[in-house]
């Protein structure tokens, strides 16, 4: 069962490596397709890669990813333990919003990905993982500003699924004191 779990998501990998779906492959230097374990205490959903991830290939290696990993050391948790990838696979030129379009031609490789993993416990990190998370689970939309740090009780079709809104993690760089709120809103994931 493990071995065929792995050998489907690298067939995955592998095409989203090879994707040209929307216009943003035209400027990418890596798809970021995502990393961590296959049977993820956590499955991390954020927006879009940013300007480090698209050099490295690797989701929440820069300047987000530092305060990522603060999050995670203050419940206790290993990168390796938890599963990080994003909406959409390819950086936004300036870093943008990815369009709706964009969402859209990205979502089938998130859906597989949730499909292969089945993960029980979703936090989504940011309002653009957020919208995509309520369209696929079918909950009523609220902003990130109303539903970060709740827990929200979802039927997927593999079984029951905990989501757990988050801000992105970006947002303290912007606003320093916001740190405090990441990390009280990344523990009620503790009670799931």
Not at 3 to 11: D, G, I, K, N, S
Not at 13 to 26: A, M, Q, Y
Not at 90 to 118: D, F, V
Request: aromatic share 6%.
């Amino acid at each position: 069962m493990r071995e065929l779990l792995e050998r489907e998501m690298e067939a995955l990998r592998i095409e989203i490596l090879r994707c040209t779906l929307c216009g943003l492959h035209k400027h990418r230097k890596n798809p970021v397709v995502g990393e961590g374990s296959l049977h993820p205490k956590i499955f991390f959903i954020g927006e879009a890669p940013g300007r480090s991830e698209d050099a490295a290939g690797k989701p929440f290696v820069g300047s987000a990813g530092r305060i990522f990993d603060k999050m995670l050391e203050s419940i206790g948790v290993k990168r390796e333990e938890v599963y990080i990838t994003n909406v959409v696979k390819c950086r936004p030129p300036g870093n943008r919003t990815p369009t709706n379009e964009e969402i859209n031609a990205c979502s089938k490789y998130l859906e597989r990905q949730i499909s292969l993993i089945k993960p029980r416990v979703v936090a989504t990190l940011g309002s653009v993982a957020l919208r995509w998370a309520g369209e696929r689970f079918g909950i009523r939309q609220k902003g990130v500003s109303h539903l970060h740090g709740k827990i929200i009780h979802l039927d997927a079709d593999y079984g029951r699924v905990f989501l757990v809104p988050l801000y992105h993690p970006a947002v303290a760089l912007y606003n320093p004191g916001m740190i405090n709120v990441l990390l009280k809103d990344i523990r009620k994931i503790l009670e799931v």
